[in-house]
């Protein structure tokens, strides 16, 4: 991957003046001092406005330099480079939306050529790791999930790079910037509200209570790598405070640190996974089946589920604005990236650029921020949510503020510990 070195530069201006002709008189001794003076004055005032030498990148690939330079031009720079590119463009995503944003790229940028193929999580990234450097003719870049496998598999081992415009570094969250995070699509928690007489959810801790038992549908978090990731990220610091918090809120007293436990956020977890039911094993089925089911049953699902279930809309409750605006105490689901990612052996390091750049821009941001959509929101925070003809969803950061969202660095250091703990309590 790129490293970076500081290049100093330091420049020593020779100056040679020689006489022409006799009647050239020399310089006399008391205007010395004073050019002098004026010398020192001018140098002073070009070290002043060059500033600090400039840090200069170095690069192990050609590629790794052409995303860094490409990441200072305009889309019009941009778009004369990639139409230097001989090469289609192909592109894997796990988002089929990405189709809509490729239609409209290509018609603004008519000289390019960009497939799509739509690549399951799992494929993915097997897909990548065997293509990337070898002869088949995979992918140039790829949009793709679960930050813990982006970083650990791929990054990692140099078959991905990430490209970021210069030009939105103010815009997008720096810890979105690398690896380019496009877009987040949240999971929340939702609870079958049909009779009146349900009580509201108002912190997670009730969720763990007897109660609950089998009544939390959640997809099996071992067959669903965004759904671990959520439940390994409780155990950050920001999460453990956050559940220690509600804790106390909910059981009227601290949380008592036993060596049973090795934070409040494991006891969370012991008891969460202990109510899980997994017998739906796709979102649209824990979505269906508590709407439809017993009053005071939980899941946790992709939020756009309910914009196309007329049921679900009536008879679930959002956690996250129930409790009489309130909300519920802890956190109110969970959400993931999608990352825009380019291939270490990529033919057309320019066009996966302006793609990427269109994808940040609010028209290629439309294939998923409109109004037939729900529950996907974009990374560029200056570009307004459109609000969907369901008037349910809300701005991202207010998602951001109630819901766990993954950390790659985090997941790095401490995923196999916590996955093990997972796993064995997984029913």
Do not use: H
């Amino acid at each position: 991957m790129k490293r970076l070195a500081i290049v100093l530069a330091c420049a020593l201006t020779l100056s040679c003046f020689t006489g022409c002709g006799e009647t050239d008189a020399p310089a006399s001794p008391a205007s010395e001092p004073a050019a002098a003076e004026a010398t020192e004055a001018n140098g002073e005032k070009a070290a002043e406005s060059s500033g600090p030498a400039e840090e200069v990148p170095e690069f192990d690939t050609e590629i790794e330099k052409i995303l860094y330079e490409a990441s200072k031009m305009s889309d019009e720079e941009l778009y004369a480079k990639a139409k230097e590119e001989k090469e289609k463009t192909i592109v894997y995503s796990t988002t089929s939306l990405a189709a809509t944003a490729i239609e409209t790229f290509l018609a603004k940028y008519p000289d390019l050529t960009i497939e799509m193929s739509d690549i399951g999580e799992a494929d993915m990234f097997t897909k990548l790791s065997t293509e990337i450097g070898s002869a088949a003719d995979g992918a140039d870049m790829a949009l793709l999930q679960n930050a813990y496998r982006v970083n650990n598999e791929l990054i990692s081992e140099d078959l991905l790079y990430n490209y970021f415009p210069e030009a939105l570094k103010g815009v997008v969250d720096e810890n979105y910037q690398d690896p380019t995070a496009i877009l987040f699509v949240s999971k929340l928690i939702f609870m079958n509200k049909s009779d009146g007489s349900t009580e509201d959810l108002k912190n997670v801790w009730q969720l763990t209570e007897a109660a609950y038992k089998d009544k939390v549908f959640f997809k099996n978090p071992a067959d669903e790598p965004v759904g671990m990731n959520f439940l390994i990220m409780l155990t950050s610091d920001e999460w453990n405070k956050k559940l220690s918090d509600a804790y106390k809120s909910y059981f009227g007293t601290e949380w008592n640190n036993t060596a049973e436990y090795k934070s409040c956020a494991y006891e969370f977890l012991d008891k969460f996974l202990a109510n899980c039911n997994y017998t739906y094993t796709a979102d649209g089925g824990i979505c269906g089946g508590i709407a439809e089911g017993e009053p005071g049953s939980v899941g946790l699902f992709v939020f756009s589920k309910l914009r196309t279930n007329e049921v679900a809309r009536a008879n679930l409750q959002i956690a996250a604005t129930g409790n009489n605006g309130a909300g519920i105490e802890g956190f109110a689901g969970f959400m993931y990236p999608t990352y825009a990612q380019v291939c270490a052996d990529t033919d057309t390091p320019y066009t996966c650029a302006l793609f990427i750049n269109y994808l940040l821009s609010e028209e290629g941001g439309a294939a998923w921020n409109n109004e037939d959509n729900m529950g996907t929101y974009l990374s560029n925070r200056t570009i307004a949510l459109v609000p969907d003809s369901t008037g349910l969803d809300k701005e991202v950061d207010f998602w951001l503020d109630r819901c766990v969202i993954e950390d790659g660095d985090y997941l790095a250091a401490n995923y196999a510990d916590v996955y093990e703990y997972i796993a064995s309590r997984i029913n």
